[in-house]
T-cell receptor, first 118, second 112 residues
Framework: EAEVAQSPRYKITEKSQAVAFWCDPISGHATLYWYRQILGQGPELLVQ????????DSQLPKDRFSAERLKGVDSTLKIQPAELGDSAMYLC????????????????FGPGTRLLVL | GEDVEQSLFLSVREGDSSVINCTYT??????LYWYKQEPGAGLQLLTYIFSNMDMKQDQRLTVLLNKKDKHLSLRIADTQTGDSAIYFC????????????FGSGTRLQVQP
């Protein structure tokens, strides 16, 4: 069964350092999402891609976070500089297509990257 | 935007049925979803229901949707210790928005 891949699974860094997370969606999935999940809460959207284009980054703290999906396949999320409050689980999800009524919009999640900022 | 509320904790005995409840504010979601999260893991899609349905059954899982009251529930029959996890309901909500809005999750504890 196809899965969303993420790496690394765990990352410990010091504040003010740069960190990067990688996601490889299910093959053929045009839409890719990055969510952040703070301990004890549900995931919240950071950025949504349709192919290589950003379609929603309204909740992305753009002063320190950046995301790219250059070839419309895998994606990288970067934080620079990291702050203590960035400690969270970063989840990547993908779906076949957005905006269509049907199971094509069902999102499948990767295992996540757990970030600890010291 | 969408607001999704869930109770925080549910404890049941093995073999009993579990019912996890969720309320939402935006009725424009085409689908409503239930995800399961085990400790330190990502989210596993359990089931979903189309917004024009009242009920969906999938093996031990039954989803009920009351659109009038904006209430969604997940019933797990014959609950097992392996069902212990956090359960999230989610909807898309909002015109043109396809990212999911999640509740805060319900921790299900199954006692042997």
């Amino acid at each position: 069964e196809a899965e969303v891949a993420q790496s690394p699974r765990y990352k410990i860094t010091e504040k003010s350092q740069a960190v990067a997370f990688w996601c490889d969606p299910i093959s053929g999935h045009a839409t890719l999402y990055w969510y952040r999940q703070i301990l004890g809460q549900g995931p919240e959207l950071l950025v949504q891609f349709q192919d290589e284009s950003v379609v929603d980054d309204s909740q992305l703290p753009k002063d320190r976070f950046s995301a790219e999906r250059l070839k419309g396949v895998d994606s990288t999320l970067k934080i620079q500089p990291a702050e203590l409050g960035d400690s969270a689980m970063y989840l990547c999800a993908s779906s076949l297509a957005p905006g269509e009524a049907g199971t094509k919009e069902t999102q499948y999640f990767g295992p996540g990257t757990r970030l600890l900022v010291l | 935007g969408e607001d999704v509320e869930q109770s925080l904790f549910l404890s049941v005995r093995e073999g009993d049925s579990s019912v996890i409840n969720c309320t939402y504010t935006d009725s424009s979601s085409t689908y409503l979803y239930w995800y399961k999260q085990e400790p330190g893991a990502g989210l596993q899609l359990l089931t979903y229901i189309f917004s024009n349905m009242d009920m969906k059954q999938d093996q031990r899982l039954t989803v009920l949707l009351n659109k009038k009251d904006k209430h969604l529930s997940l019933r797990i029959a014959d609950t097992q210790t392996g069902d212990s996890a956090i359960y999230f309901c989610a909807g898309t909500g909002g015109t043109g928005r396809r990212a999911l809005t999640f509740g805060s999750g319900t921790r299900l504890q199954v006692q042997p």
